[in-house]
């Protein structure tokens, strides 16, 4: 079992930047591919990025590919998402996750869901 906390969400204008965080306890970190998922109003959850057990291998959204970058402390337990040149439409609750067995770039492949944190990008 693994607890997923995430922070650092909050109001942007557009092009700018936020960092979230993903804080995590429980079993051993390093034992879960992790990642982030996102739910704008009215819409589906979506895949974000998601990042391999050891980090060497990322994956991206094509709609946030070079401006998101995902990465991983294994020492801090941490999973981290660097969002830059924001804009409206990527305004959404953003969900850490975790995987087991599976790099979770898909819903049916996440183990864990974290509470949810809210970004909201202005225009």
């Known amino acids: 079992q693994v607890q997923l906390v995430e922070s650092g969400g909050g109001l942007v204008q557009a092009g700018g930047s936020l960092r979230l965080s993903c804080a995590t306890s429980?079993?051993?970190?390093?034992?879960?591919?992790m990642g982030w998922f996102r739910q704008a109003p009215g819409k589906e959850r979506e895949f974000v990025s998601a990042?391999?057990?050891?980090?060497?291998?990322?994956f991206y959204a094509g709609s946030v590919k070079g401006r998101f970058t995902i990465s991983r402390d294994n020492a801090k337990n941490t999973v981290d998402l660097q969002m830059n040149s924001l804009k409206p439409e990527d305004t959404a609750v953003y969900y850490c996750v975790a995987g087991v067995s599976v790099v979770p770039t898909a819903k049916n492949n996440v183990n864990y869901w974290g509470q949810g944190t809210l970004v909201t990008v202005s225009s």
């Open positions: 429980g079993r051993t970190f390093s034992s879960y591919a």
């Open positions: 990042i391999s057990w050891g980090g060497g291998s990322t």
